[in-house]
């Protein structure tokens, strides 16, 4: 299993981080895939890494109040989860993504490697992180 993990201050209060972490169609566009679907509580992401085009088909669970986890449903890995926690108060959070993930050797073999794959996710989750920050940096 391998893991990527980032995480960044916010100045907002928690429950608002939350809150924009819940419109998911921005949340995951945020990341920077070439496409995104969003019906209830399915995600579909599409993107293009090198020649490959893979999709996955992500499920959303939240199991704490503070938590909003993703986890691959369909795709090219053999699993792949991605949590992300919030916490703090009402004046500034931390938000911590976290993505494990294991690769499928039968479907991804040569072409792609973990590394590949922690750099790519890494950036995902850099631009979404950055994506929350901005929102916020004027106070709103």
């Keep these: 299993m391998n893991t990527v993990t ?18 998911l169609q921005a949340f995951t566009e945020a990341a920077g895939f070439d496409d995104v679907a969003v019906d209830g509580d399915e995600v579909v992401i599409t993107n293009h890494v090198g020649l490959l085009e893979l999709q996955l088909e992500l499920v959303v669970t939240v199991d704490e109040p503070d938590r909003l986890v993703l986890d691959q449903r369909d795709g090219i890995f053999e699993s792949m989860e991605t949590r992300y926690t919030v916490t703090g108060d009402t004046e500034s959070c931390e938000v911590t993504a976290e993505t494990d993930f294991a690769l499928d050797v039968a479907i991804v073999g040569a072409v792609l490697d973990a590394t590949v794959i922690e750099r790519q996710r890494s950036a995902e989750l850099t631009r979404q992180l950055d994506w929350l920050q901005e929102r916020f940096e004027d106070g709103s």
């Design 6 to 23: 980032l995480s960044r201050s916010i100045d907002a209060p928690a429950e608002t981080v939350r809150e924009a972490m819940a419109d």
